[in-house]
């Protein structure tokens, strides 16, 4: 059970928007940063975005964050087959005095 | 092209030690905390542990506090993770990771991962 809530699935069509969804408390996305990694299949995960809703330089513009209380999500536009991957959020918990992260979304591009 | 190259995984008994190892190269390494990230077969990542620049912060997960080391070597661009009194949960793919800052602290996050070493726990 992991202490940010994530769904588990989530599938769209391509050039179609999704959004991932990641709820956590106020000890932890309530009160501190979210970042948000993509991991292709077979590989090492890949910083998505920083402090809710910064892209890394590199990073394409069709992917982007935010946050509202206790959850935080991310955005795909103009999906493409190349995005399908597992997604996580992650953030600093207060309580625990580390990093904890979200379950893992799974994206399917249909 | 910053670099990190983890190693020293492998199969080890219920009980027994590991030392994992991670050399970095590409960028000015004692500039930056560093981390230990892992990925049982299948499942999703779990934070390990975490160092600040000059080992003056340091953070565990609940789930190896007590069991496990993280530790830095600046003049050798190395990081290090000492895993002993290893159990079954502990078998996954560990992932070295490079902080965008010094700190270790509530800001921390992961810009940079190496491949991953595997570690299986097995008798």
């Known amino acids: 059970q992991s202490v940010l809530t994530q769904p588990p699935s989530v599938s769209e069509a391509p050039r179609q928007r999704v959004t991932i969804s990641c709820s956590g408390s106020s000890s932890n996305i309530g009160n501190n940063a979210v970042n948000w990694y993509q991991q292709l299949p077979g590989k090492a995960p890949k910083l998505l975005i920083y402090y809710d809703d910064l892209l890394p330089s590199g990073v394409s513009d069709r992917f982007s964050g935010s946050k509202s209380g206790t959850s935080a999500s991310l955005a795909i536009s103009g999906l493409q087959s190349e995005d399908e991957a597992d997604y996580y959020c992650a953030a600093w918990d207060d309580s625990l005095n580390g990093r904890v992260f979200g379950g893992g979304t799974k994206l399917t591009v249909l | 092209e910053v670099q990190l190259v983890e190693s020293g995984g492998g199969l080890v008994q219920p009980g027994r030690s590991l030392r994992l190892s991670c050399a970095a190269s590409?960028?000015?390494?004692?500039?930056?905390?560093m981390h230990w990230v892992r990925q049982a077969p299948g499942k999703g990542l779990e934070w390990v542990s975490g160092?600040?620049?000059?080992?003056?912060?340091?953070g565990y997960a609940d789930s190896v506090k007590g069991r496990f080391t993280i530790s830095r070597d600046n003049a050798k661009n190395s990081l290090y993770l000492q895993m002993n009194s290893l159990r079954a949960e502990d078998m996954a793919l560990y992932y070295c990771?490079?902080?965008?800052?010094?700190?270790?602290?509530?800001?921390?996050?992961?810009?940079?991962w190496g491949q991953g070493t595997l570690v299986t726990v097995s008798s």
């Open positions: 160092i600040s620049w000059n080992s003056g912060s340091i």
């Open positions: 590409g960028f000015t390494f004692d500039d930056y905390a």
């Open positions: 990771a490079k902080d965008i800052s010094s700190l270790f602290d509530s800001s921390s996050t992961f810009d940079y």
